[in-house]
């Protein structure tokens, strides 16, 4: 298993502004996920964070919009840009550990933009 | 979006009954697995099922697979009030991404007293 811990937990930002969000494991990791979850929606998954090289976007997300850092195998970034009220959501980190296919999911940044 | 659908959106049942929630996916799957989420908080691994296995149990939980249909199910026994959350199936495909899931569109549970 692994524990994983998210800052900040909340925030309400303005529109046009930036918020980075951390991801903090407790072990090393290979895989990283950011997800986003929208008021009322499921998860849609935005990019997988790769240690050491670009993270993997996928349809409908842009690095320009979402870039991440994923400096070692226990920290990743995720950086909403340019907000808009479009970006409110529930965005949440994910890893795999070794030798399986569960996910451990951070407890989720709940941001707000106006 | 390959989403899958999850039905019932909404279950309410009092506190010992049993609640069945159904799961439908649109592609191969090498397993397809079942989070629980309370609150808009992050989510718990609930039980995986490989693409091989047609039942799981796991204490309360028991779940499904037919590959045939594309569907699954999660049957939680006995509910209890901590029970209320959102569960979502999530399926990880046959081929290559094997660990980028695919999640449900969800349904909320509210197991009253």
């Known amino acids: 298993s692994a524990v994983i811990s998210q800052k900040p937990s909340r925030d309400i930002c303005q529109r046009g502004t930036s918020l980075t969000i951390q991801c903090q494991v407790d072990?090393?990791?290979?895989?990283m996920f950011w997800y986003r979850q929208q008021p009322g929606q499921s998860l849609t998954l935005i990019a997988t964070?790769?240690?050491?090289?670009?993270?993997?976007?996928e349809s409908g997300f842009v690095i320009d919009k979402f870039p991440i850092s994923r400096p070692n195998l226990t920290f990743s970034t995720l950086t909403v840009s340019n907000m808009s009220p479009e970006d409110s959501s529930i965005y949440l980190c994910?890893?795999?550990?070794?030798?399986?296919?569960?996910?451990?999911f951070g407890p989720g940044t709940r941001l707000t933009v106006t | 979006s390959q989403q899958g659908e999850e039905d019932p959106q909404a279950l309410s049942i009092q506190e010992g009954e049993n609640a069945t929630m159904n799961c439908s996916y649109k592609?191969?799957?090498?397993?397809l697995q079942w989070y629980r989420q309370n609150s808009g908080r992050g989510l718990v691994h609930l039980i995986l099922?490989?693409?091989?296995?047609r039942e799981k149990h796991s204490g309360r939980l028991r779940v499904t697979l037919d590959t045939s249909k594309k569907s699954s199910s999660l049957l939680i026994t006995a509910s209890r009030a901590a029970d209320t959350a959102s569960y979502f199936c999530?399926?990880?495909?046959?081929?290559?991404?094997?660990?980028?899931?695919?999640f449900g569109t969800g349904t909320q549970l509210k197991v009253e007293l």
């Open positions: 099922i490989r693409s091989n296995e």
């Open positions: 592609t191969s799957i090498n397993n």
């Open positions: 072990s090393q990791v290979t895989m």
């Open positions: 964070a790769n240690q050491g090289s670009e993270a993997t976007y």
């Open positions: 999530a399926t990880a495909p046959f081929t290559g991404g094997g660990n980028k899931l695919t």
């Open positions: 994910s890893v795999v550990t070794e030798n399986s296919y569960e996910q451990y």
